[in-house]
């Protein structure tokens, strides 16, 4: 049985929790629109325009974390390029993110609106809607960040695999791109079940899950993309 959350920070309906379900189960991968109110994806995506951004790439098999306030541009323009040029046969990526769990010594305190969004989706009610969705596979936790992929920036093939802690169940992308092209790159490839590959064009207030583990990767933003960036809330749900 679902329940009822009854937020604007959470708007899926017993329905919507049952269709995610069943698009899970047949391809691997399952889409709604406005999980959010307007008000709230609207309040979080202004919110993230003025956030405390923390560069992050994989280089030499290590996470370089920098407060995008501290570094400069020549710095970067050394840095991410580094990364592409590792990327043909390794896994790096090089993004924007705030932390909202996880979070380093580096990392700066969230905004309201992005601990309202976690609170909400990791309330014990949310926590057993996540739950059926899955039929039974209990969802004890989940991770969260901001993300934003800005000119340039990639996350190359893997499937989130990963052995440490509690075991990866879901990974989800809550997009906030607004008016986002295509041809401007930035958009989430995935495998489905089938083995054929679903290329998602970032939108506005549309939620994005897919069974773990499941080979995806975002593709490299173009140089003449908007500075804006492709902005999203990523994450995990986890099992006990």
């Not at 959350?5 to 399952?30: C, H, I, K, M, Y």
């Not at 307007?38 to 790439?57: H, M, P, S, T, Y």
Request: charged share 20%; hydrophobic share 40%.
């Amino acid at each position: 049985m679902f329940l009822d959350t009854s937020s604007p920070w959470l708007t899926l309906s017993g329905n919507d929790f049952a269709s995610l379900g069943d698009q899970l189960r047949e391809d691997g991968v399952a889409q709604v629109s406005n999980p959010l109110s307007q008000e709230c994806a609207e309040d979080l995506g202004n919110e993230l325009d003025k956030a405390a951004w923390n560069l992050v790439i994989w280089l030499n098999d290590e996470v370089f974390q920098s407060d995008l306030t501290k570094l400069t541009a020549a710095k970067e323009r050394e840095l991410v390029p580094f990364a592409q040029a590792q990327a043909d046969t390794q896994f790096r990526f090089a993004y924007d993110r705030v932390a909202l769990t996880d979070r380093a010594p580096s990392d700066h305190e969230p905004s309201p609106c992005l601990k309202q969004l976690h609170d909400t989706w990791a309330h014990p009610k949310a926590l057993g809607n996540w739950s059926n969705m899955l039929a039974g596979q209990e969802v004890t936790s989940l991770s969260m960040q901001a993300t934003r992929f800005r000119r340039e920036h990639f996350l190359t093939p893997h499937d989130d695999s990963h052995r440490d802690g509690a075991p990866r169940l879901v990974a989800f992308v809550l997009s906030l791109a607004t008016a986002w092209q295509s041809h401007w790159g930035g958009q989430t490839h995935i495998e489905d079940t089938r083995g054929q590959t679903r290329v998602i064009t970032p939108g506005f207030n549309t939620l994005t899950l897919f069974t773990v583990p499941r080979g995806h990767f975002v593709s490299l933003v173009a140089s003449y993309a908007p500075p804006r960036g492709r902005v999203a809330i990523s994450g995990c749900l986890f099992g006990g």
